[in-house]
């Protein structure tokens, strides 16, 4: 087999894993401008606010914030990197310039894996490796992480595990090398509560290598000694979860979910099979080698990680949640490369080494399918909550604008924050206030110490949706400008990608001829949601129609359709009528054959504010009229789309 140790092969390592750190973060950049929002969302503004950004303008920072708890996480490194980014962008809290930060990051530290992989795997195999690792940067399992710039501590904690288990595999075995491996073990406690586990399996590592290597006694005490030393006291210091298991039943129930991830049976378990193999063979023959050994520590850090949430996650759990498959990735590319170790070391003669092969290769690529199949739904997810994120944007800006109730009586996930009055109370800090995102448009300047050197200048002179331009120049607004907001100019950059790429795309309402010619037969309909709340007494308001959901039946329709297109009116008597084709795919057991439930997502840009009645039609044109009363209090912003 060929290893990539000389100047040519070294090269074209350092050549692959640029191509694919480029590849990955432009990728994600394109998957961002599209599907993202400048608006801060959950965690983030208990953790950032005020505690980070509040108290720095407040001039109240202590050097203490960046260490202090969020929740059961120490996530120094992330709160370091968001007041950089902070301060680079004149004191504005953008949400897209922290994602574009953060993917930045995770697209360097897969490109150094596949650089690394290169290195010292033997090809071909290292560019099946290589291969998985792109494909697992590229798919949105782990969108969560990417959608929120908060999720950074997740990327950092995976960078210092890496570095950690590499380092206790490959140092020296001297107290040098173990206090090396301490360190990035430290580093990764100080990144997100699975850190702590990172310094658990860092010594492990250590102590086994000593045992595999021979090391002498005290020797293998010096290597050993810092990284115990950490391993003890972050297990210790550690905050424990006050989630847990209500029998034994539920708890392996839910790791062997968490154990299966790519895929949702509990047969995803086999994936094990060859690590397991792997390590009773090393323990029989007392051999393996330092990739062994980073793979194998890989492997333990993700099976430690399935125990930590089967135990601490266990109330309700279905299915492994997003913002924790990147932690799982390097247990899946550990898992392939075990297969292939496994075929080594057991396969015999050519035509069964070939066999053997073939075996491990069909191992990795069931893995990898998994992995690309469980992307698709995670995808949708993605663009579904970054549509209830512009909804909540929507009812935020509304609250800013004076409605006090705005933010109040919407379903879970509509707005920001899972406690209104809590997010209240932060959007209530003339400090908050004062460096919040174009997307929440408060009109706040910033003070003469805090300038800001791009504006947004509102104007509304080309219809609906309102339009502006954004300058980078220190001259006074237009005269003929509605309003103008300061931006960052790091901000300025990200909106100039935007406005490049576009953002994703819902149909449209668009305006009709109210003397257009509609069929004369009638239809029946509910429409039970708006923006996910029940309809009362026959109307509702929403404060900006610039994305809107609605959810109810409609009927009858072709039997034989599955998902028969559907129609959303609004019309208004002094602002026309206004149409959206939608399918309709709910299924709805509660309604008679024929009739077809429906959940849209739908663009409201074009609708100026306004009271409408909401009108329903199905695939052959017949109209229901729902008896509902939409009133629109602003007209669109396209800024509620950044």
Known sequence: MLRLDNDATRRWSVLLATSATLVILSIRMWLLTRYSSSMPSWDAWGAEATPLYGDWI??????????????????????????ILFLANETQWDVRVQTLASSTLYSLMAGVSIWWVLRHVEAPRSLGLCGVILLSAIVPNGWANTYQGFQSCF????????????????????????????????????????GVLVAVVAAAIVVGRSWVERVGFHRAIAFAFAPAIVAVWALIDAR?????????AEFFHSLAIMMSWPYSSALGLLFWVPALVFAIHVLRTRTATAPDLVFAGLAM?????????AWTRAYNFVDVQSRYTDLLVPALVAQIYFAFRVADI????ERKMALAKLGASSFGAVLCSGMAVASVGEFEKWKAYDF?????????????????????????????????????????????????PLSLGYPVPPSEQRHRSCQWISTNQSGLPTTGTLTCTRDAPVESALQSYYVGRVSA?????????????????????????????SANCAVDQVNGSPIMGGSLTIPFADVITFAGWVGPNTVDVPAPPIGLVL???????????????????????????????????????????????????????????????NDADIRLAY
């Not at 950092?156 to 040098?176: E, G, H, K, M, T």
Request: with cysteine; charged share 15%.
């Open 493 to 521: 950059v990200t909106y100039a990608l935007w406005a490049i790429v576009g953002r994703q795309s819902y149909p449209k309402f668009e305006s009709e001829d109210l003397n257009t010619q509609r069929s004369d037969v």
């Open 240 to 248: 424990k979860g006050e989630i847990h298991p209500a029998s034994v």
């Open 346 to 349: 057991f396969a015999g003669p």
């Open 58 to 83: 407040n001039d109240t920072f202590t050097w203490s914030n960046l260490w202090t708890w969020h929740n059961e996480h120490r996530i120094f490194f992330t709160r370091v990197l968001d007041l």
């Open 155 to 194: 990327y950092f904690v995976i960078l210092f595990a890496l570095f950690s288990i590499r380092n206790a595999s490959f140092a020296p075995a001297s107290l040098r090398g173990g206090i090396q491996t301490a360190l990035f073990a430290l580093a990764a406690v100080f990144s997100l509560a699975a």
């Open 388 to 436: 209830y994120t512009r909804i909540g944007a929507s009812y935020v800006r509304a609250f800013l604008g004076g409605d006090t109730t705005a933010l109040e009586g919407h379903p879970y996930g509509y707005i920001p924050y899972p406690e209104p009055e809590t997010l209240k109370i932060f959007l209530a800090k003339p400090a908050v206030q004062s460096f919040l």
């Open 571 to 633: 019309e208004g008597e002094s602002h026309g009528r206004y149409v959206a084709k939608a399918y309709a795919r709910i299924p709805r057991s509660d309604v008679a054959r024929g009739y077809n439930g429906f959940q849209v997502f739908l663009d409201g840009s074009q609708i100026p504010a306004g009271t409408y009645r909401l009108k329903v039609s199905t695939a052959t044109g017949a109209e229901c009229d729902s008896g509902i009363d939409v009133t629109i209090d």
């Open 301 to 309: 850090w993700a099976l430690a990680i399935d125990l930590a949430a």
